[in-house]
Nanobody, 138 residues
Framework: QVQLVQSGGGSVQAGGSLRLSCTVY?????????MAWFRQAPGKEREALAT????????DYADSVKGRFTASRDGAGHTHYLQMTLLKPADTAIYYC??????????????????????????????WGPGTQVTVSS
């Protein structure tokens, strides 16, 4: 059974940085796989933020975080990271990592798992991490 264990949330002032971690258990992380990052703020729908495909390490980002957030993983693919910089109060939310249960569809030319494609993380049946709170104060 796949389990995702998250860590790294916390409180920070606007302009600061945090790094979230998501460690994968229950399958061979050396196999190529995809990971997605989401967040959900109070009273709002869950928002897809970023994807990474370990076969290429290529990423895709939502406009709201592009240039500020970076998805990455360790060499073994066992732990994934979301480095968040230039944080704003609007980034306050619970952050989740998720990996699709049935694999992911990666574009052949770019090696990206597109965030908003018909087969993207918003549409796949995912294993979810428990979430970690990020609070950004002004």
């Amino acid at each position: 059974q796949v389990q995702l264990v998250q860590s790294g949330g916390g409180s920070v002032q606007a302009g600061g940085s945090l790094r979230l971690s998501c460690t994968v258990y229950g399958f061979n992380p050396g196999l190529k796989h995809c990971m997605a990052w989401f967040r959900q703020a109070p009273g709002k729908e869950r928002e897809a933020l970023a994807t990474i495909y370990t076969g290429t390490d290529n990423t895709d980002y939502a406009d709201s975080v592009k240039g500020r957030f970076t998805a990455s993983r360790d060499g073994a693919g066992h732990t994934h990271y979301l480095q968040m910089t230039l944080l704003k109060p609007a980034d306050t939310a619970i952050y989740y990592c998720a990996t699709p249960k049935g694999g992911c569809s990666v574009t052949r030319d770019t090696g990206i798992w597109p965030l908003f494609s018909p087969n993207g993380p918003l549409r796949t049946n995912n294993n979810w991490g428990p979430g970690t709170q990020v609070t950004v104060s002004s």
